[in-house]
C-alpha cells in the first residue's frame, strides 16, 4: 500500500523564481491538502484540493497556486519567491465521502531553500 | 488568540513516567480532532483520532471536552522512543484544519 510521496525532497531557490512542488496521495485516497510548516511552528493549511478544484483555502496569498489532475496527484506552485517562504512543504491526503473524511496522512516533506 | 493552543514545552521525564499534554480549540464549530505525532524534520504521523468522548490505544488515550474546548493526550509508561514533537489538530466541516504550534517531549533514562 504505498502511502503519499513528495518530490522534490529538497530544493534550493532565489528570491524572485518560481517553484512547483508535487504529490502522489495515498492509494484510495481523493483528496490533497498543502501544508507550510516553518521551524518551531505547526503545520499551516494552504489549500485542499478534491475533484481537480480547490475547495478551501488557508490565509495564504495568491502567488500560492495548485492544481489537482485527474489521477488526484497535485502540484504546489509559489511564484515570487520571498525569503520568508523558506520552509517545509507538506501535502497530506484524505478520502473524502467516508467516515474518516477528516483523517489525514502526511507525506515526508518538501524542504524548500529561498536565498 | 491563536484559534489552537499548545503548551510547547519541552517536557522533560524519565522513562517510565506518564505525561499529559492539553490542547485548547476556540472554534466551537470543530468537529473532528487529532494527535500527530511529528520527530525531528520528518512528517507528522498520525498517532489518534480523537471522535466524542475519547480513545485509548495502548500506552496512549486521547480525551475530548467539548464544554471546555480542549483535547489531551495521556502517555503511560514513558518510552526513550516517544520523544517527539505532539501535534494536535481540529477541523470539520467548513472549518479549515488548525495545527498547534506543537509540544515537545524528551524522555530520559
Known amino acids: 500500500d504505498a502511502g503519499v510521496t513528495q518530490s522534490p525532497t529538497h530544493l534550493i531557490k532565489t528570491r524572485g523564481q518560481q517553484v512547483t512542488l508535487r504529490c502522489s496521495p495515498k492509494?484510495?485516497?481523493?483528496?490533497v491538502s498543502w501544508y507550510q510548516q516553518a521551524l518551531g511552528q505547526g503545520p499551516q493549511f494552504i489549500f485542499q484540493?478534491?475533484?481537480?478544484?480547490?475547495?478551501q483555502r488557508g490565509n495564504f496569498p495568491d502567488r500560492f497556486s495548485g492544481h489537482q489532475f485527474p489521477n488526484y496527484s497535485s502540484e504546489l506552485n509559489v511564484n515570487a519567491l520571498l525569503l520568508g517562504d523558506s520552509a517545509l512543504y507538506l501535502c497530506?491526503?484524505?478520502?473524502?465521502?467516508?467516515?474518516?473524511?477528516?483523517?489525514?496522512?502526511f507525506g515526508p516533506g518538501t524542504r524548500l531553500t529561498v536565498l | 488568540r491563536k484559534e489552537v493552543e499548545q503548551d510547547p514545552g519541552p517536557f522533560n521525564v524519565p522513562e517510565g513516567a506518564t505525561v499529559a499534554f492539553n490542547c485548547t480549540y476556540s472554534?466551537?464549530?470543530?468537529?473532528?480532532f487529532f494527535w500527530y505525532r511529528q520527530d525531528c524534520r520528518k512528517e507528522p504521523k498520525l498517532l489518534m483520532s480523537v471522535y466524542s468522548s475519547g480513545n485509548e490505544d495502548g500506552r496512549f488515550t486521547a480525551q475530548l471536552n467539548r464544554a471546555s474546548q480542549y483535547i489531551s493526550l495521556l502517555i503511560r509508561d514513558s518510552k526513550l522512543s516517544d520523544s517527539a514533537t505532539y501535534l494536535c489538530v481540529a477541523s470539520g466541516g467548513s472549518y479549515i484544519p488548525t495545527f498547534g504550534r506543537g509540544t515537545s517531549l524528551i524522555v530520559h533514562p
Open positions: 497530506a491526503s484524505s478520502s473524502t465521502g467516508t467516515s474518516r473524511t477528516d483523517t489525514q496522512y
Open positions: 484540493y478534491y475533484e481537480e478544484e480547490e475547495r
Open positions: 472554534n466551537s464549530a470543530s468537529q473532528s
Open positions: 492509494s484510495g485516497h481523493d483528496t
